[in-house]
């Protein structure tokens, strides 16, 4: 059976177009639009695949919609998620978002095969969310807020958890403190860094700051970035790293180098994933709910499905968890 995504490579459009055009919008040209019928009845192109009438046809299946499922940080989450799903003789489906508009993701959101989804995918585009909500069809998204009235956001307060992470480093004597991430892909990221910069700013530090941004968020790009600061020489004496799983990273090229942490230098995470406090030292990082932020998305999923009314924006706020990897160097005042 032919796809929407066919339809759209066919006629070299893309599938937010070929929807656009199927449901008759006029955003879309009348010869834009005229193409794409014709591609679609060569294809024998069936509008909306699986689900025609979502009311009719419940899959009861709801899918989760990810870059990339690895790492401890989502597998607390999709616990969360997973949980609540299975409690109510639900599915959870698992859809990756690789390949953007011709994703399988796009794919089960266009064409409604699932009863709902859960997107963490930040390359899911605001125009494909908006075009797929509908009050049959619930769409709850994480670490990003998009305005639509069948859309529900969940975020934490990144911004808030770094600021406060950059000040309690302030607070211990630090004034080198730099601050490593990987590159930005979303808004969360964006956040976590306006946080340590605002804070830098707030103690007069902002001509002190040290951004290092490159590759992805995880423990090898962690361990690498950390090796380039080293070898560079002139280390801070405190680094922030945009999650736990790069601080871990740099807490091994530490040890490798003999630089002990946090004698030499302190170091703080974010997400406090479990692993965060079983590495020596354990880690200080920031709290943000995991499990419970995927529990609260698949009961909102569920709400909607029985026809309740709830709020649209939800936001969890951080907390700093002090352990054992930020060493006081001297007596300030604030």
């Known amino acids: 059976m032919a ?9 070299g459009v893309s599938i937010s177009t070929v929807s656009y055009a199927l449901s008759n919008n006029t955003k879309v040209s009348n010869k834009t639009k005229q193409k794409i019928m014709e591609v679609a009845r060569q294809l024998n192109y069936q509008k909306n695949g699986l689900a025609s009438d979502l ?10 919609i990810v870059t990339d499922l690895a790492g401890p940080y989502y597998a607390e989450l999709v616990k969360g998620i997973q949980e609540v799903t299975l409690s109510k003789g639900y599915d959870l489906l698992a859809c ?7 994703s399988t993701a796009v794919k089960f959101l266009t064409e409604k095969r699932v009863d709902g989804a859960i997107v963490l995918a930040y390359n899911i585009s605001e125009e494909i969310i908006n075009l797929s909500a509908r009050k049959e069809f619930p769409i709850i998204l994480l670490d990003r807020k998009v305005d639509s009235e069948f859309v529900v956001s969940i975020e934490v307060d990144n911004e808030a958890g770094t600021h406060r992470a950059a000040e309690y480093l302030i607070e211990q004597g630090h004034r080198e403190i730099a601050y490593i991430s990987g590159k930005p892909i979303g808004g969360l990221h964006a956040m976590r860094l306006r946080g340590y910069e ?27 970035m950390t ?18 799983e790069m601080a871990i990273g740099g807490i091994n090229a530490f040890k490798e180098h003999g630089i002990k ?21 354990a880690l200080t ?3 943000q709910p995991k499990y419970e932020r995927g529990a609260l998305a698949a009961h909102l999923i569920f709400q909607i499905i029985e026809g309740k009314t709830i709020e649209n924006y939800y936001n969890f706020p951080t907390k700093l968890v002090l352990r054992d990897s930020v060493k006081k160097i001297n007596e300030i005042n604030s």
């Open 261 to 281: 942490v946090p004698s030499d230098v302190s170091i703080i995470g974010f997400d406090d994933i479990e692993l965060a406090q079983y590495v020596r030292p």
């Open 3 to 11: 796809t929407i995504k066919d339809v759209a490579k066919m006629a």
């Open 96 to 102: 990756s978002s690789v390949g953007e508009e011709m």
């Open 285 to 287: 990082t920031v709290m």
């Open 227 to 244: 090796q380039m600061l080293i070898a560079q020489g002139n280390l801070p004496t405190a680094i922030m790293y945009a999650n736990d």
């Open 198 to 224: 605002s804070a830098l700013r707030k103690h007069g530090l902002d001509g002190k700051s040290r951004l290092h941004q490159f590759g992805v968020f995880d423990r090898d790009n962690g361990y690498n």
């Open 55 to 64: 009311k009719k046809n419940s899959t009861r299946t709801i899918a989760i």
